[in-house]
């Protein structure tokens, strides 16, 4: 098994440290994942710039939540589905939106459902979505803009996911209490 080091502020690499500052200065602290990022300065800082640049997106912190959540879920990620859950409560976003994605059970609008249909649709389909599924997202009320603002957000997820399937990054201690598996969520 291969143990992937956590780095801190100290033992990042320097191409790292601006990184690494820049994520302390936003969270109070440095999380896990981006610890662990740091060993590779391109993705610590590709993930920095997309998760920006997502936050920049049309998406309202409702549909950036399901968004990611979504994803989070459909790729058994341990340690994003409780982060997310936690930035969706620092967001203000609706505790019946966060539990019916975490639980995956319907979402309390039609509009938002059409949103993480699409975005599942996208992701087990490999971006392959089928002419109808296009025209029923936006027939939901979704544009052009939001289908490739999903591949956005799906991007950022797919680095964060990924990287902590292989690291098997711990869930950060203030995030715990969020803590999250398929299992329990199918109980």
């Known amino acids: 098994m291969t143990n992937f080091t956590i780095h801190t502020e100290d033992s990042a690499p320097e191409a ?4 690494v500052a820049k994520s302390i200065a936003a969270n109070g602290r440095l999380p896990g994942l981006h610890g662990v990022m740091a060993e590779a300065p391109g993705l610590l800082e590709g993930y920095q710039k997309l998760h920006e640049l997502f936050l920049d997106s049309s ?15 459909e790729n058994d990620c341990h340690y ?3 982060a997310h859950t936690g930035i969706a409560k620092m ?6 939106i966060t539990e019916a994605l975490r639980n995956e059970t319907p979402l309390p609008n039609a509009r938002l459902e ?3 249909t699409f975005t599942l649709q996208l992701v087990r389909d490999r971006g392959y979505v089928s002419d109808d599924n296009v025209q029923a997202f936006l027939d939901a009320g979704y544009t052009q803009r939001n289908i490739l603002e999903v591949i956005l ?3 950022q997820k797919i680095m964060s996911n990924y990287t902590n399937h292989l690291a098997k990054t711990p869930v950060d201690k203030v995030f715990e209490k969020f803590a999250w598996s398929r299992d329990d969520a199918a109980a």
């Open 153 to 155: 957000g799906y991007s």
């Open 80 to 82: 994003c589905v409780p």
């Open 91 to 96: 967001m203000k976003v609706d505790d019946d």
């Open 16 to 19: 790292s440290k601006e990184f």
């Open 59 to 73: 998406f309202d912190k409702d549909e950036l939540t399901v968004v990611w959540q979504a994803i989070n879920v």
């Open 114 to 116: 059409a949103l993480r």
